[in-house]
């Protein structure tokens, strides 16, 4: 269990870390996405794919760091457990977005589902309630 001391040290600056992560990570999600509709190239150059995981990495460890600091248990905070699950739709939708899906129609949907995917769980995320937004 971390002491007191280190959450106040580490909190204020961590929390805003993870935070631009998710906003890095989906803004690049989003941009490729509208790329690969658009019959654009370079969402699947290798740097493009390749930013994504580096991004994405940094992004679970502050997360996984956040869940330490905080002792979140997602047996218990059900809020986290909505995330987690919502996370694991959110990679399928989004691998069907940007490659796996047929024809572009379904990776349309497969992008519109993904961004609103993520969007509820930003406001998980806010809300600290499992239904979000619609907690209110």
Not at 43 to 49: N, Q, S, V
Not at 89 to 106: D, E, H, M, N, S
Request: proline content about 7%; overall charge positive; glycine content about 8%.
């Amino acid at each position: 269990m971390p002491s007191p001391e280190l959450v106040a040290a580490i909190y204020p600056w961590l929390l805003p870390l993870h935070i631009t992560l998710v906003t890095l990570s989906v803004s690049l999600f989003a941009a490729r996405g509208a790329g690969v509709l658009a019959g654009q190239r370079w969402p699947m150059a290798g740097w493009a794919r390749g930013l994504a995981p580096v991004i994405d990495s940094l992004l679970l460890l502050a997360g996984g760091t956040l869940w330490w600091l905080l002792q979140l248990n997602p047996t218990q905070d059900r809020w986290l457990l909505a995330k987690l699950v919502l996370l694991i739709v959110y990679i399928v939708l989004g691998t069907l977005a940007l490659k796996r899906a047929p024809t572009r129609a379904a990776k349309a949907v497969c992008f519109v589902a993904a961004l609103s995917v993520v969007g509820f769980m930003a406001s998980i995320a806010v809300a600290h309630h499992p239904l979000g937004f619609f907690a209110t």
